[in-house]
């Protein structure tokens, strides 16, 4: 593993991830890890992307997008579509019915799938260019093992799966637990830190084990 204190995830892999859709005028980071874990290719590092606005006035300032950890692993197999899981703030702020009309009514997404694990929905909404690949990866145990890590970190996670990488985005908030977001200098591999990887890691696979979907190609 190599690790770059000052380096941070490219850019470029931040906006393929198709995690965020706003356009990114600030980006920066640090914390930058390189390496392959038990023979899969990962990297990760702190990430503080942002956006300019302008008021009503004409003055700019900036809004955030992102603050966080950003993680993205090599499957070695590419998917056929794009497939994101967003945590699901409409059906949490305006409940079942108005928040399904909320998601289905995202025009900067792909189609919206409704998953068959009401645990799941009521923290996730899933978007997808092809829905059929988006059920074969979001298996149970997959949607379990998110919902576990989910429970565990206490802080909204998103995750993509595109181009053949399984990307991760977990926000930080003040009620995070400081060692995951600290520098490595400074607290080396703590639990939390391992356990983030190896969910990530997990992920990956998971993905190796469905074979229904990597059949087909």
Known sequence: MRYVPKG???KTIFETSYIFTERVDRYSGDDYVRGEIEGVKIEFSDILAKKIVKDSKG???EQKIFDGLFIRA???KHFKGKTVVLPDTAQKFFGDYI???LQSKNFSRDKLVKMDNPAFEKEFVVYSSD???ARYILTHSMMERILRFKKKVKNDIAISFVYGFVHIAIHKDNSLEPTVFSSLLEYKI???YVETLYFALGIVEELKLNEKLWSKG
């Open 190 to 192: 703590v639990k939390e």
């Open 59 to 61: 003055r700019n300032s």
């Open 8 to 10: 941070v995830v490219p």
């Open 99 to 101: 928040g399904s009309i």
């Open 74 to 76: 090599e499957f070695n």
């Open 131 to 133: 829905q059929i690949e």
